[in-house]
């Protein structure tokens, strides 16, 4: 088996995975082809793939079609390259949403490659830095990446639940983590869908007394479940004005364009408002941050370091996504479900569902 | 003296100053009363009162009227309640734009009574926390007020440019201060009226490498005679795309809307974009916050502690504003003067030219 990973070094490699040919279009099976193996590079066998509201964003909106969307990718080791040393044949393999970078700007230098200041290069749609080639993502057979954007499987957790660890995870870990939250620290979580039940998880984790914000009623008792200490329905005026000054910190999850002003009003002095959504504006009132002189801010998935880091702090804690397994041929009910909020809280695909496209010799 | 304050104290106080009567009027002469010296005040005679575009704010907008607008004010102590040791008869003394707080909460525990959990008295406009009268500015014969708000002036300043240090001043200085500006940053200023040509002198004498953005290519070789290291025309696409990802910190001191995203750019990974201003809205693409983990944030002038420290570093560095003294029946004319963008950099009424109102006791 290593020979045959540097005998296919440098030659494109045949792949077929579920596709969406034009804007808006349902997803079909399809065939393409993936970079041969670089000496860095592995390739996997994908068995598990998590469905992110960003494939829907994606497949919506500008992107470059055809689109192979998805990046919370579980698999299985079947090459390597040539000078490949952190994988063996065989190994339970991870990868996200970034799969390469500049490597050497002040962000790829802490490992922040999330904030590369030459642009990342994404697991879909993006340009493949070796030979130019489109990305395609991990509804699909295989991938092949580097090493340096790849983890191994943590010990103790199922494979499939562990696959939104890899988006919806990080992207909540790594600004809890900037943002310091743990022991004595009385933090917010707006939404409890994908992003939200993960950041509930975590903030629980971290030791932070967590407070559930969510429209829907039905998702209370589920919050406090997952490890909030309180769950307050966010359209509730008079609950909302009680939490007044309130929180160090609150990360809100829900995609589309709301009022923000109720949660800055809840922010103490110095605290901050980490939005995940990226609306084309943001509807707040400005005196709102002078008074408390409060923060907004976002922030984008995470960098390697962190991915590590919440993997190894995931296998310790006994955390992983709470999913539902669809068959590959599923998704776009699936993504209507998504769409509808009826999804707890992470669909991923069994890619071993998957049927190669027929007539096909890929 | 003492015996005088002591006989007045809980007394009315006659006063008589510069009022507008309704929205948008000019400033007429007008009587009225202040509070009576309580145990912990002090009265002092107005000798220099700075105009602030907030007095310009408060004329045009939701205001309660007849308005004595005014809170950059130096005078001299005539009298002074039962209980004072901070000042004496005849000291020199500085009031800003607060004057009163709850005193107990969490930010007024430590001394940063703008962020009162209570809400702060303002020094005109406010409802008096003692007798529940409406606070008359600066811009008059008189001001009483608890010693608590009151600071020396600092030795071998003038006193007519030190004025607008308790606004403009501490305006800028709290944030600079509280983002940490110094040594080894690079520091972007907004804006080169009365708030910016102090934050160029602050950030200068700090210790950072200053950049001054503005409109007006007047105003570049003036921001590098007061201490900015570089001068940038901001509607200049070609440079503003050449500062992406330069600046630790923004200050931006532009009170009405405009464009964000060309300093949201501007700013390195983790940086803070700080506008004083409050519009309404504010005009910035939400990526931008996402791409660098960047902030978006506001400060609200500042408390006792940063006003006196504030007054300390511009003793020890010779720091004061650059001021253009005006007689007070000039004052129309010198809104009408900073509206158009053509003060450099503050106005400070000289409060001798205060002619009491004929026919009246006061």
């Keep these: 088996m290593p020979g045959a990973s540097v005998k296919q070094n440098r030659l494109m490699r045949p792949g077929y995975g579920l596709a969406c040919l034009a804007r808006g279009d349902r997803l079909v099976p399809w065939t393409f082809e993936r970079r041969g193996l670089q000496p860095n590079d592995i390739a996997l066998k994908i068995q598990f793939c998590g469905v992110c509201h960003s494939d829907l964003h994606a497949i919506r909106g500008n992107s470059r079609f055809p689109l192979v969307p998805g990046h919370e990718v579980v698999g299985e080791v079947t090459a390597i390259g040539a000078e490949v040393t952190k994988f063996r044949i065989g190994d339970a393999v991870l990868v996200g949403t970034i799969i390469d970078s500049c490597g050497h700007c002040s962000s790829c230098n802490r490992h922040l490659e999330q904030y590369c200041l030459e642009g990342v290069t994404t697991t879909y749609d993006g340009i493949d830095r070796h030979d130019g080639s489109i990305t395609r993502g991990g509804y699909s057979n295989e991938y092949v990446v580097d090493t340096h954007f790849a983890y191994h499987l943590p010990s103790g957790l199922d494979p499939a639940s562990v696959a939104p660890l890899l988006c919806a995870g990080v992207t909540t870990w790594s600004p809890l983590r900037q943002w310091d939250v743990g022991p004595g620290k009385t933090i917010g979580i707006v939404g409890l869908g994908g ?21 829907t009623p039905e998702k209370l008792a589920s919050a406090k479940a997952l490890g909030a200490d309180e769950a307050i329905i966010s359209t509730d005026d008079v609950q909302m ?108 695909i069994d890619m071993s569902t998957l049927a190669q496209p027929t007539g096909d010799a890929a």
């Design 195 to 215: 992003l939200g039940h993960m950041a509930v998880k975590f903030a629980h984790a971290l030791g932070a007394y967590v407070v559930l914000f969510s429209t």
């Design 241 to 348: 004005a009680a939490q007044a000054s309130r929180f160090d910190f609150i990360l809100d999850t829900v995609s589309s364009r709301h009022p923000l002003n109720p949660y800055l009003r809840s922010l103490k002095l110095d605290g901050t408002l980490c939005c995940l959504g990226i609306p084309k504006d943001m509807d707040f009132s400005p005196v709102l941050l002078t008074m408390g002189r409060r923060r907004l801010a976002s922030s984008g998935v995470g960098g390697t370091l962190e991915t590590q880091e919440m993997l190894d702090f995931c296998s310790q804690h006994n955390i992983s996504a709470d999913v539902e397994i669809i068959a590959a041929a599923d998704i776009d009910n699936g993504f209507e479900r998504l769409e509808r909020g009826e999804v707890r809280y992470r669909l991923v």
